[in-house]
């Protein structure tokens, strides 16, 4: 047990014994351990392993935690890398955008400009022919051009929606007389109803509004060979309100779609419609204000529910459910048989759903569709309402309000829709559902009461139908009575033209040369009554149609406009299209040239500035020109009152005048000191709406 003094052994397990001799001046001590190791404790092997174990874990946990974090830098130096490409590939697809724009729609704007201008000469019939077919294959292209371009701006999520204030009304008779010819040719009745509870101006984005309305139109003329196309606006909520109370009426027994005597259904045109619930019963209660709406004009935002019914071929159902997917078609047979692309309805979708709406439609195979999308507006204010209105003061003439007129018509709807255009003209309408209630409204035996209507408008439909005819002798007779008083006009409705037997029926009767053609329109209604009444001057005829030529040569006759486009064809048509309609136009093929004939003073009244040019382009050259007038206004400021005839400020209106139709070039010509945008190719309605703010109308001779 004892051992060497040195002799390794186990340290811990030692005993030291105190020793005492009983003498306090001798203290012994004694240590025994052992000469063996002793055996290792589990206590200590398991915490030497358990601490092993967990140094390893910590380790392991830092090496992963390192790792990570130079994976996440590595990540985050790759996602800002790829977020610098798909930055500039966005800047580079816009840039590419802008760039096809331009560079297609230059040619397109040289082919239509100059073929409108060819269209303008003397030209014999089958010239004329060949001339309009080709016109309207260029436009068809540009049609299908903006399209796609449409299409790619919203997939790359630059297509901004502008918020300015419009009249609803007057984009949907724009949208009308778009489709007009086509409806006469087909024989298809073409109308519009606006509720009178939609406000008269809306704030919002008119461009893509009438877009969507347009091509959901043009889908319907299409594809429909017989019967009615019919556009209704109508406020949301109003709308729900009547549905839900018809709904509640035949849960509890009423009836449903009623159809009229003669196996006719009682819509517009008396054909079948895809939607049962479009027909009069429902119709008659939108119109009659029936439902009130709570706080209506306390809310800010306008929800507007649009629906397009037409009598056409429908969609099948195994293709219903593709129909707003981008490129498809409803059948193979549709793209050869009526063309097109099918991107209109996806591009409509997307429209609506940046409008804050939806679409959806309701379809019958051989009875047609009836497409409907709601949009969001805002109300507009008062002032802004008020600075609308002043250009559209000449759309609907004051001259008719007060005047008394009889529709007879046995078709209820149709007479709806002619009772709401009249009465946008301020005349008081009665119904009469065939020609001899008329005259026995109008008085007994040609005996008038005090209540004298001064025209009579009859559907040509009505007065061809056998059963109507025999009232013709009694219009006759009382036309040919012979009484001192003044008898009202008789006016035609049609669809068609009337052929030359029919005009000499007509005449026979009492009706007026002039008929009044439909799609019916408040400014097409109010040309007709002027031939018709004899009211109003015939030099003011064109004021009936504020886009018409007469209005737009009474702002450009006698102004002198600087034209500037590197392209000669594009000035040429420029100049064209500005000299038909009175204006002295002088040319220059640059910017630099452009500043030379502006250096002040100059006597120019206008200049339409192409954007895209070759060393100084539209947007350096306006900047120049402002900056020069700002010059100029300073100097005259400080120098005082000038003598007569000087002019005492300079602002030349500078107009933009380009192919590029991306939004965010609008707002850099704003910027840069332009004054309005005027897309090419030129149109009459686009470039009287760019003039009309500079220039003041004056009477033009008939020389």
């Not at 001799?21 to 203290?27: E, I, L, T, V």
């Not at 000449?394 to 209820?412: M, N």
């Not at 040239?593 to 009244?605: I, N």
Request: aromatic fraction near 6%.
């Amino acid at each position: 047990m004892y051992g060497h003094r040195y002799q390794e052994g186990d340290m811990s397990l030692k005993r030291v014994s105190m020793l005492d001799f009983g003498d306090p001046f001798r203290k012994h001590q004694m240590v025994c351990r052992y000469l063996q190791k002793a055996p290792i404790s589990w206590t200590a092997l398991t915490t030497a392993f358990l601490f092993f174990v967990i140094g390893l874990l910590v380790g392991y946990m830092i090496y992963g935690a390192g790792i990570h974090i130079i994976k996440v830098e590595d990540d985050f130096h790759e996602m800002q890398e790829l977020k610098v490409r798909a930055e500039a590939a966005d800047v580079a697809k816009s840039q590419f955008l802008a760039t096809v724009s331009h560079e297609i729609r230059t040619p397109m704007n040289g082919i239509l400009g100059m073929l409108a201008l060819l269209l303008d000469t003397d030209l014999s019939s089958t010239q004329r022919d060949y001339a309009q077919t080709a016109q309207d294959c260029g436009k068809a292209l540009i049609t299908l051009i903006n399209e796609v371009l449409d299409r790619a701006k919203i997939e790359a999520g630059k297509l901004e929606l502008e918020a300015v204030p419009f009249d609803v009304r007057s984009i949907l008779d724009d949208v009308l007389s778009l489709f007009s010819e086509k409806s006469r040719n087909k024989g298809i009745e073409l109308a519009v109803f606006v509720s009178n509870k939609v406000p008269e101006v809306v704030m919002g984005d008119p461009g893509r509004f009438r877009q969507v309305i347009t091509n959901l139109v043009g889908n319907s003329v299409k594809f429909t060979e017989r019967g009615h196309i019919f556009v209704q606006v109508h406020l949301l909520e109003h709308a729900k309100a009547i549905m839900d109370s018809k709904a509640e009426s035949c849960m509890n027994g009423g009836s449903g779609m009623v159809v009229s005597s003669g196996s006719q259904f009682k819509t517009l045109s008396g054909c079948e419609a895809a939607d049962d619930r479009n027909t009069w019963d429902t119709f008659k209660c939108l119109v009659a204000d029936e439902v009130r709406i709570i706080s209506e004009e306390t809310s800010h935002a306008v929800t507007l529910l649009v629906c397009v019914e037409d009598t056409g071929i429908g969609i099948p159902l195994s293709a219903q459910e593709r129909i707003f997917m981008p490129f498809m078609q409803a059948d193979s047979s549709t793209s050869r048989n009526y063309g097109g692309t099918g991107i209109g309805l996806s591009i409509s979708k997307c429209l609506v759903e940046l409008m804050g709406g939806q679409i959806n439609f309701i379809s019958r195979p051989q009875v047609g569709s009836t497409f409907s999308f709601t949009a969001v507006f805002r109300r507009c204010d008062k002032s802004a309402s008020v600075d609308l209105k002043k250009p559209l003061a000449d759309d609907l003439p004051s001259r008719y309000k007060g005047l008394k007129a009889i529709v007879v018509d046995g078709k209820p709807v149709r007479a709806a829709v002619t009772v709401y255009h009249l009465k946008r003209l301020g005349i008081v309408v009665e119904v009469a559902s065939n020609t001899r209630m008329a005259v026995a409204m109008c008085g007994q035996n040609g005996s008038l009461t005090s209540k004298q209507p001064d025209m009579i408008l009859v559907e040509k439909d009505l007065w061809m139908s056998s059963d109507d005819c025999c009232t013709n002798s009694r219009l006759l007779d009382w036309k040919q009575n012979g009484h001192s008083f003044k008898l009202p006009k008789m006016i035609l409705l049609a669809t068609r033209p009337l052929t030359g037997s029919e005009s000499e029926k007509a005449k026979q009767v009492g009706f007026a040369d002039t008929v009044i053609m439909k799609p019916l329109r408040a400014r097409n209604i109010a040309a007709c009554l002027q031939q018709v009444l004899g009211m109003g001057k015939k030099t003011q005829q064109g004021k009936v149609m504020v886009n018409g030529s007469s209005f737009l040569r009474s702002l450009l006759c006698g102004k002198k406009i600087l034209v500037v486009d590197d392209n000669q064809v594009n000035r040429r048509v420029a100049a064209g299209a500005l000299k038909k309609f009175g204006a002295d136009v002088k040319c220059a093929d640059s910017g630099k040239v452009a500043l030379e004939c502006l250096e002040l003073p100059h006597d120019f009244d206008a200049c339409f500035m192409d954007i895209q040019m070759p060393e100084m382009d539209g947007f350096e050259a306006t900047r120049l020109i402002r900056q020069m007038e700002r010059e100029e206004n300073e100097k005259q400021k400080k120098a005082g009152p000038t003598s007569e005839g000087k002019k005492t400020e300079w602002h030349l209106p500078i107009l933009a005048m380009t192919a590029d139709v991306i939004h965010a070039t609008y707002d850099e010509c704003l910027k840069s000191g332009m004054d309005g945008y005027v897309s090419k190719p030129f149109e009459e309605e686009n470039l009287y709406r760019a003039v009309a703010r500079f220039f003041e109308s004056r009477p033009i001779s008939d020389s």
